[in-house]
């Protein structure tokens, strides 16, 4: 059971490139998040999915698309990468409800130069 | 929007002191979860606290949800150098109701235990 899972670990981009982040989750959540961290900013919520097919824009969804195609896996995409966008990104999931727990992968290190 | 507030940002002490961290709400909360980030790492889920004036404990940490339910806080006794990390509050349904699934978190409570 190998819970979330994120690609890349790392990954370094040129201002104006785009990447797609991929997370994937074993174990049938409905919920699924992406969030981002930076120093003195704890987690901030870029997107979420409540189901395959459906997304929400959380706290700071400015220059992220996502899709939620399938319902194991939810795609953050940068169109195009700005050194704002350097940061930690997490994605997490949890069953459907309030009282669940969230699960978390182990991040994705990006550095916009 | 409905954020939840967490304080201090940060916390130094001696190993063997005791640390607590305070998330407080402007509106109720249907229930509030608290999770762990050891430095390098992802957060961790340790608790979820539902019912009002609730106190739960897990050896030295003991955590609390007001009367109100609009605040909460963690307590570690006798702190060690395997506390080290930063601690979140997570508010998993964003108060109000309308946004359910979303799960917003605290800006956390960074500590560092000297030993």
């Known amino acids: 059971n190998a819970g979330v899972t994120q690609t890349p670990k790392f990954r370094v981009l040129k201002t104006g490139q785009s990447m797609t982040l991929l997370c994937a989750q074993d174990?049938?959540?409905?919920?699924m998040y992406w969030y981002r961290q930076d120093p003195g900013m704890g987690l901030r919520l870029i997107h979420y999915?409540?189901?395959?097919?459906?997304?929400a824009k959380g706290e700071v969804p400015d220059g992220y698309n996502v899709s939620r195609l399938k319902k194991q896996n939810f795609l953050l995409g940068l169109e195009s990468a700005a050194p704002s966008q350097t940061s930690v990104y997490f994605c997490?999931?949890?069953?459907?409800?309030?009282?669940?727990?969230?699960?978390f992968g182990q991040g994705t290190r990006l550095t916009v130069v | 929007g409905q954020q939840v507030m967490q304080i201090p940002q940060y916390q130094h002490v001696q190993e063997g002191e005791d640390f607590t961290t305070y998330c407080n709400s402007s509106?109720?909360?249907?229930?509030i979860q608290w999770y762990k980030q050891r430095p390098g790492g992802h957060p961790v889920f340790l608790i979820q606290?539902?019912?009002?004036?609730e106190v739960k404990k897990q050896k030295r940490l003991t955590f609390q949800f007001g009367e109100a339910k609009k605040n909460s806080s963690l307590h570690i006794t006798a702190t060690q150098t395997t506390d080290v990390g930063t601690y979140f509050c997570?508010?998993?349904?964003?108060?109000?109701?309308?946004?359910?699934?979303?799960?917003?978190f605290g800006q956390g409570t960074i500590l560092t235990v000297h030993p």
């Open positions: 997490a999931s949890k069953k459907k409800g309030t009282e669940t727990e969230a699960f």
């Open positions: 606290l539902v019912k009002s004036g």
């Open positions: 999915s409540v189901g395959e097919g459906t997304t």
């Open positions: 174990m049938n959540h409905e919920y």
């Open positions: 509106t109720t909360l249907s229930n």
């Open positions: 997570a508010d998993p349904l964003n108060a109000g109701g309308t946004s359910y699934g979303k799960l917003t």
